[in-house]
């Protein structure tokens, strides 16, 4: 099983190697902005490494929204940093599954988010070796993927563009999935899952927050059990990486956890 985290994009490699990291996830632009891909200079080195690659897209993006000023935008977006990611030779970019206003209908989300992979098909930027994989997200009434009855849903709409499943634990919990059993709740959906992010939760069950964890951090009832994510990513088959605080100590020390408990 392949473990690892996600990382600063300045240097991810160095990143990896201080993590002892199989698999690593990292931004291409500060994810905050509305930016393509910064150009890299260990475009080669990182193509070339024995570590497996994600890309996670910026947390701008939303395709499903009905606001045009962020939706157009939205999409190219998405397409730009689909074709950095397959440049880098990564398995996989990650984008959140976005949500519509609350007076709007969520319908009209999962067209718009058929539209978008629509669009980026008909770009070329919808590629097998680097899929556009949707993760569940924790909060929101009105969310494409945060409850597994609307996702079955978003799925029906995307499912025929080849796009895969990153399922994050934390975003699980607290959207109000239980962790038990989800991998075969999840690919009763969507038939895969490509990439865990494998997080522990400061917030309860369903509470909607997403704020994640360390898995070794102590765990308070109601919190999610670190041997349950260990199952997940083991039921799965799929690759991990923590997306939890501490930087290289608390990670490395999430890391271990996990290898000892696969
Ligand atoms: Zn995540």
Redesign the pocket.
């Known amino acids: 099983m392949l473990i690892g985290a996600h990382v600063d994009y300045e240097d991810p490699l160095a990143e990896a190697a201080a993590r002892n990291a199989d698999v690593i996830q990292f931004f291409l632009s500060d994810p905050q902005e509305w930016k393509p891909p910064v150009p890299r200079t260990d475009t080669a080195a990182i193509r070339d490494s024995e570590v497996q690659v994600f890309i996670h897209a910026p947390y701008r993006i939303n395709v499903a929204t009905t606001n045009n000023r962020i939706r157009i935008p939205s999409r190219k977006l998405l397409i730009q940093h689909a074709v950095g990611a397959a440049e880098i030779g990564a398995s996989g970019l990650?984008v959140h599954g976005g949500h519509v206003d609350k007076s709007d209908d969520l319908a009209t989300g999962f067209d718009n988010w058929r539209k978008a992979m629509q669009q980026a098909q008909d770009s070329g930027a919808l590629l097998p070796q680097t899929p556009i994989l949707i993760?569940n997200t924790a909060g929101g009434d009105n969310a494409c993927a945060r409850r597994f009855d609307n996702l079955a849903r978003l799925w029906d709409a995307v499912g025929d563009f080849g796009v895969g499943f990153?399922l994050?634990t934390?975003?699980a919990h607290a959207g109000g999935e239980d962790l038990l059993n989800i991998v075969d709740r999840v690919k009763a959906i969507t038939g895969r899952i490509d990439l865990i992010?494998a997080?522990g939760s400061r917030d309860g069950f369903d509470s909607g927050r997403d704020r994640h964890d360390n898995l070794t951090s102590k765990t308070e009832p109601g919190m999610i059990d670190p041997e349950l994510v260990a199952a997940v990513i083991s039921a799965s088959g799929a690759p991990a990486v923590v997306?939890t605080p501490g930087g290289v100590e608390g990670q490395s020390a999430d890391i271990a956890y996990l290898r000892a408990h696969l």
Do not use: T
Request: aromatic letters at 0%.
């Open positions: 990650i993760e990153c994050d934390c975003h992010h997080n997306e």
